[in-house]
């Protein structure tokens, strides 16, 4: 991935009336201000949620265009029988190249993001969506041009996955940070839930318009994040690591709704500017290898990748992939009810996620969520498996309203949990020097999986069923004692307190009680010296 330069501040860089000032004299006492909910950090936040919608619309309209005549007709197989079909291979391919694309987009995202300042980054992502569109809309029968199209949409989708919740954390206020994150994942839900209707309402079309229309929606989509992003200020830390000190002080203010000379501003240009002497004291050149040889970066780089990991192995997919089949034994054949009761369920749940998220920690809400989806997984398995007539589902409907119900659990579980805390606990787990590469690997080892599961799920449940369920019921018991031992408590801390927690060996069981006032009073001592390499003697 190479090397490439951050420009780093040092005390002497900065005007004296714009240096951190956290032990005021009795001469110029403030008060801790009590950051507010501002208009501005709600609005940056849900701006850059819109790409979550993007996200979802695209993984969402794919699954109804398969069934839809003219969309068979002009990319499916012909049978013996004379029906289109897709083959495994074909319909694994188009699903899952969207998520190779976003693989690749998620690992080239970081240097962008750096290279070019968060919001910058956002909009040209935006634009690949423009691109991928073009060349799905523009294909006529060879569904290798549509694949390809899914691949170019990929790469705009797993850009925005990695710098939207970089911006979004960058920007809140400690207090609707976890919230604001989380609505990256509300609009992913909704993203979902608007494909399914608007599927729904083209899908007795007979000509290309059926899945054209849906299709050339995320234009829309990203044409509006694309433009509306820019009207937004920079994140404040990458601001001020840019050398842009004044504007950072003024953009921390504004979002936490506090006059600029407030003790909340300077303590946060404070931490900012003691994170960044204390990197500069490594090196002036990033180099790609330091995320796992720098004390204690292992720890967090190889802890993003599995939560990543955890986030698709959870097997909230899996439910929407037998969907179909199980509302089935209730009387619902149309596939596409199917989806919109599911795909609304989810949205519904994650509404409710934002004020769970707001209200109780992160450790809590993740490892109860893992062990609600693992029970969900365990009656789905045995229950599917053992008393589901699998050949004639309508022959067992009591059997198909227990699995309908805990389908339905599971995506509730997912919603108010892994769905949206993920993006929130890896956004907060990386200093600024590493944050961007860091979160590319480990929004790059969600999508990796994303397409292992795409592609390779229907291969397997055609040769064991619903026990596949069985193997993510036991992901979801490993991810409750990974959240146990590993991941400390983030919950209303600012991003400079949550990497003084790693580095210091905070014990995560205990982390909820760390007190950051000690540690504080030093780093606002150390803001008083310049300790740069460049001026030190």
Request: hydrophobic letters at 45%.
């Amino acid at each position: 991935m190479g090397a490439f330069t951050k420009r780093k501040l040092s005390n002497s860089q900065i005007p004296e009336d714009e240096r951190p000032q956290v032990e005021l004299s009795h001469s110029h006492s403030v008060t801790q201000d009590e950051q507010k909910v501002t208009i501005l950090a709600l609005a940056a936040g849900f701006t850059a949620s819109l790409g979550g919608l993007i996200f979802g619309y695209v993984s969402g309209e794919i699954s109804g265009f398969f069934p839809m005549k003219d969309y068979s007709r002009r990319f499916g197989q012909l049978d013996a029988s004379g029906n289109y079909e897709f083959s495994a291979a074909r319909q694994g391919t188009i699903v899952g190249l969207v998520s190779i694309g976003a693989l690749i987009g998620a690992l080239i995202a970081g240097k962008m993001a750096d290279m070019f300042g968060r919001r910058l980054a956002i909009s040209l992502s935006a634009f690949f969506t423009c691109v991928g569109t073009v060349i799905e809309i523009s294909s006529s029968t060879h569904w290798v041009q549509f694949a390809v199209g899914r691949l170019v949409t990929g790469l705009s989708i797993g850009s925005l996955s990695v710098v939207i919740p970089m911006y979004q954390s960058e920007c809140s206020p400690a207090p609707i940070r976890g919230v604001i994150v989380s609505s990256y994942q509300l609009f992913i839900t909704f993203g979902i839930w608007l494909a399914e209707i608007v599927n729904l309402g083209t899908e007795k079309m007979d000509n290309s318009a059926s899945w054209r229309i849906p299709n050339g929606l995320s234009f829309a989509w990203a044409l509006i994040l694309g433009t509306l992003i820019l009207f937004f200020p920079e994140s404040p830390r990458y601001a001020y690591s840019h050398g842009r000190p004044a504007e950072a002080r003024t953009t921390i203010a504004k979002l936490a709704g506090v006059p600029e000379n407030s003790a909340t501003v300077e303590h946060q240009i404070s931490d900012i500017q003691n994170k960044l002497n204390e990197e500069s004291e490594l090196s002036q050149e990033f180099s790609f290898s330091e995320i796992f040889t720098v004390p204690r970066m292992l720890y967090r780089t190889i802890l993003g990748i599995v939560l990543g990991t955890g986030q698709q192995l959870c097997g909230v997919n899996y439910f929407f992939y037998f969907g179909t089949t199980v509302f089935a034994s209730t009387g619902i054949s149309n596939s596409y009810i199917t989806q919109l009761i599911l795909g609304s369920v989810n949205v519904v749940a994650t509404i409710a996620a934002l004020w769970v998220v707001r209200k109780y920690g992160r450790r809590p809400i993740l490892m109860i969520g893992a062990a609600w989806m693992m029970t969900c997984f365990l009656v789905y398995a045995f229950v599917g498996h053992f008393a589901l007539d699998r050949e004639n589902p309508e022959n067992t409907p009591a059997a198909g309203r227990v699995l309908i119900t805990f389908s339905c659990l599971a995506i509730v579980a997912f919603a108010v949990s892994w769905g949206p805390l993920v993006w929130a606990v890896n956004s907060e787990l990386y200093p600024l020097r590493y944050r961007s590469v860091c979160m590319g690997l480990a929004t790059a080892s969600n999508w990796f999986w994303n397409f292992m599961l795409s592609f390779f799920t229907r291969f397997i449940t055609d040769k064991i069923d619903y026990l596949y369920g069985l193997v993510f019921a036991g992901c979801c018991g490993a991810l409750i004692f990974i959240v146990f031992f590993f991941v400390i408590e983030s919950k209303d801390r600012t991003l400079e307190e949550v990497d003084t927690m790693y580095v210091q060996r905070v014990n995560p069981i205990t982390s909820a009680k760390w007190d950051s006032t000690g540690v504080r009073k030093e780093a606002g001592r150390s803001t008083a010296v310049d300790i740069s390499p460049s001026t030190a003697a």
